[in-house]
């Protein structure tokens, strides 16, 4: 499906469920993208995270049936919360009043998102990517999970404590290594790969990852392949993470609304980091982002 079509469906199938208790991966099969895909294009194409956009219409409408004099546990419950407690704490947290005070307030409204993406000529010519056909790649890395909502945060620091305990007592002063981590780090080049995979409801994997070259996987690392395939790679240049996220906003709101050649494919994507020229925080640092896709044209 067609990227905005698939973030305009993900809004219809919340609208038309919006008193059920529905999941991340209820909207993601009926709007045939992966969850991954979904929550990070949903959160950039709209600003919020798909949890919080449920949460913030339940009680937007939860306001309008108290307006009209319903029972507050009976719009506790048809609105998914377990008891009238949780759903006055989420109510006011939201509308910054309490729901029994609904008479003398005025409530926060919340209307439907629509998608309207107007992008000026010439903005996609402009992104330095190519398209690619890859044969598999096999990866090992170090692995930690991560909530979609605070990930942007959170990851930045996993790389902080891996080369703090991994890296910087031999491996950055040239020193040989002296444990198995150090060693895999070497062998196989780990800290070239940031990627994202095996997405379930919020949670997905991250891997500080390197090429596999074969040897031992030490406790706390895994393989992971993904098939070999076309991928669409954008190159980055500036410092690291800003100019990166940067390019991964473009490529959400820009190429992929525009684009009408290619889909996305599976649930994961690789970051590329410059391990021999400069550092992360140069002004002519280089990385990229590689999408998996697809054709969709016959």
């Known amino acids: 499906m067609e990227w905005l079509s698939c973030i ?3 809004i219809d199938y919340i609208e038309d469920h919006i008193k059920e208790n529905i999941s991340i991966e209820d909207v993601a099969n009926n ?4 969850s991954y895909y979904l929550q990070v294009g949903f959160n950039i194409m709209t600003g919020y995270s ?5 949460r913030n219409r339940k009680l937007y409408l939860a306001a309008l049936d108290l307006k009209d004099n319903k029972r507050i546990i009976d719009v506790a419950l048809e609105y998914g919360y377990e008891t009238p ?11 910054e009043f309490n729901p029994s005070q609904i008479k003398k307030n005025k409530i926060k409204r919340f209307d439907p998102l629509t ?14 990517y190519k398209i690619t056909d890859m044969f598999p790649i096999k990866l090992i890395g170090f692995v930690k999970e991560f909530d979609m909502e605070t990930s942007y945060k959170e990851i930045p620091l996993f790389w902080d404590e891996i080369c703090e305990k991994y890296c910087f007592p031999h491996i950055y002063r040239g020193l040989p290594a002296e444990n198995d981590y150090e060693q895999a780090i070497v062998d196989n080049c780990i800290g070239e790969f940031g990627v994202c995979i095996d997405c379930k409801g919020t949670k997905f994997k991250y891997l ?8 031992k996987v030490p406790e706390g690392m895994m393989l992971y392949e993904f098939p070999a395939g076309k991928w669409a790679i954008f ?4 410092p690291c993470p800003e100019k990166l996220q940067e390019l991964n906003t473009k490529i959400f709101k820009e190429w992929l609304p525009l684009n009408k050649e290619f889909e996305l494919r599976g649930d994961g994507n690789i970051e590329w980091y410059d391990c021999v020229n400069g550092e992360k925080t140069d002004p002519d640092y280089h990385t990229q982002i590689w999408i998996p896709i697809k054709s969709v044209l016959k």
């Open 235 to 238: 190159n980055c240049v500036g």
């Open 31 to 34: 709007s045939y993208i992966s």
């Open 208 to 215: 500080i990852a390197g090429r596999y070259a074969g040897g």
């Open 115 to 128: 998608i309207d993406i107007q992008i000026k000529g010439g903005i996609v010519a402009n992104m330095n």
């Open 85 to 95: 407690e949780s759903f006055t704490k989420a109510f006011k947290r939201f509308h």
């Open 50 to 54: 798909i949890g919080e956009y449920i």
């Open 8 to 10: 305009k469906a993900s």
